[in-house]
Protein backbone atom coordinates (compact mmCIF):
# COMPACT_ATOMS: atom_id res chain seq x y z
CA UNK A 1 0.00 0.00 0.00
CA UNK A 2 0.91 3.97 -0.72
CA UNK A 3 -0.08 6.64 1.60
CA UNK A 4 0.41 9.75 -0.31
CA UNK A 5 0.35 13.39 2.56
CA UNK A 6 0.21 16.70 0.56
CA UNK A 7 1.33 20.22 2.40
CA UNK A 8 1.86 23.51 1.73
CA UNK A 9 -1.90 24.77 0.49
CA UNK A 10 -3.46 28.09 1.95
CA UNK A 11 -4.92 31.65 1.43
CA UNK A 12 -2.98 33.38 -1.23
CA UNK A 13 -3.74 36.98 -2.82
CA UNK A 14 -3.77 37.25 -7.01
CA UNK A 15 0.17 37.43 -8.10
CA UNK A 16 1.30 35.70 -5.13
CA UNK A 17 3.45 31.71 -4.68
CA UNK A 18 2.88 28.92 -2.85
CA UNK A 19 5.03 25.86 -3.07
CA UNK A 20 2.58 22.16 -2.22
CA UNK A 21 4.91 19.17 -1.40
CA UNK A 22 3.61 15.71 -1.66
CA UNK A 23 5.68 12.92 0.73
CA UNK A 24 4.95 9.03 -0.16
CA UNK A 25 5.29 6.45 2.15
CA UNK A 26 4.74 2.64 1.97
CA UNK A 27 5.26 -0.04 -0.55
CA UNK A 28 7.19 2.78 -3.60
CA UNK A 29 9.33 0.67 -5.79
CA UNK A 30 10.22 0.57 -9.95
CA UNK A 31 9.31 3.45 -11.70
CA UNK A 32 6.42 5.68 -10.89
CA UNK A 33 4.81 8.85 -12.09
CA UNK A 34 3.84 11.49 -9.83
CA UNK A 35 1.32 14.19 -10.87
CA UNK A 36 -0.51 16.70 -9.33
CA UNK A 37 -3.99 17.09 -10.49
CA UNK A 38 -7.00 20.22 -9.51
CA UNK A 39 -10.77 20.20 -8.70
CA UNK A 40 -12.53 23.61 -8.22
CA UNK A 41 -16.16 23.66 -6.75
CA UNK A 42 -18.70 21.76 -8.79
CA UNK A 43 -15.85 20.75 -12.08
CA UNK A 44 -13.94 17.82 -12.63
CA UNK A 45 -10.52 16.80 -11.89
CA UNK A 46 -8.19 17.84 -14.01
CA UNK A 47 -4.75 17.19 -14.45
CA UNK A 48 -2.17 20.26 -13.73
CA UNK A 49 1.52 18.65 -13.79
CA UNK A 50 3.02 15.54 -13.97
CA UNK A 51 6.82 14.16 -13.72
CA UNK A 52 8.23 10.93 -14.63
CA UNK A 53 11.03 9.12 -12.50
CA UNK A 54 13.69 10.27 -15.31
CA UNK A 55 12.17 13.72 -15.42
CA UNK A 56 9.84 14.68 -18.33
CA UNK A 57 7.42 17.27 -17.11
CA UNK A 58 4.42 18.02 -18.99
CA UNK A 59 1.77 20.55 -17.99
CA UNK A 60 -1.84 22.02 -18.92
CA UNK A 61 -1.78 24.70 -20.87
CA UNK A 62 -3.28 27.07 -18.48
CA UNK A 63 -0.66 27.03 -15.95
CA UNK A 64 2.63 27.10 -18.66
CA UNK A 65 5.21 29.30 -17.30
CA UNK A 66 3.23 29.79 -13.72
CA UNK A 67 3.71 26.14 -12.26
CA UNK A 68 7.05 24.09 -11.94
CA UNK A 69 6.67 20.70 -10.53
CA UNK A 70 9.58 18.21 -9.17
CA UNK A 71 10.66 15.65 -7.44
CA UNK A 72 13.29 14.14 -5.03
CA UNK A 73 13.21 10.52 -5.60
CA UNK A 74 15.61 9.75 -2.53
CA UNK A 75 12.40 11.39 -0.43
CA UNK A 76 9.67 10.19 -2.21
CA UNK A 77 8.45 13.90 -2.42
CA UNK A 78 7.10 15.59 -5.29
CA UNK A 79 6.89 19.62 -5.56
CA UNK A 80 4.77 21.86 -6.76
CA UNK A 81 5.89 25.43 -6.73
CA UNK A 82 2.73 28.11 -8.09
CA UNK A 83 3.71 31.44 -9.48
CA UNK A 84 1.69 34.27 -10.64
CA UNK A 85 -1.54 33.15 -8.54
CA UNK A 86 -4.61 33.76 -9.86
CA UNK A 87 -8.32 33.18 -9.02
CA UNK A 88 -8.84 30.79 -11.21
CA UNK A 89 -6.39 28.39 -9.84
CA UNK A 90 -8.65 28.39 -6.99
CA UNK A 91 -9.11 24.51 -5.99
CA UNK A 92 -8.31 21.52 -3.99
CA UNK A 93 -5.42 20.34 -5.03
CA UNK A 94 -4.50 16.44 -5.17
CA UNK A 95 -1.42 14.21 -5.22
CA UNK A 96 -1.14 11.33 -7.23
CA UNK A 97 1.16 8.49 -7.87
CA UNK A 98 1.14 6.30 -11.04
CA UNK A 99 2.65 2.93 -11.35
CA UNK A 100 -0.08 0.31 -12.60
CA UNK A 101 -2.32 1.87 -10.74
CA UNK A 102 -2.68 5.27 -9.03
CA UNK A 103 -2.50 6.08 -5.56
CA UNK A 104 -4.71 9.81 -4.43
CA UNK A 105 -3.67 11.91 -1.67
CA UNK A 106 -6.03 13.61 0.32
CA UNK A 107 -5.95 17.22 -1.24
CA UNK A 108 -5.09 20.35 0.33
CA UNK A 109 -7.02 23.73 -0.49
CA UNK A 110 -5.98 26.89 -2.53
CA UNK A 111 -7.62 29.57 -2.05
CA UNK A 112 -6.73 32.55 -4.30
CA UNK A 113 -8.31 35.27 -3.46
CA UNK A 114 -7.82 39.18 -2.37
Known amino acids: QVQLVESGGGLVQPGGSLRLSCAASGSIAGIYDMLWYRQAPGKQRDLVAGITSSGRTNYADSVKGRFTISRDNAKNTAYLQMNSLKPEDTAVYYC????????WGQGTQVTVSS
Open 96 to 103: ALRTWRIY
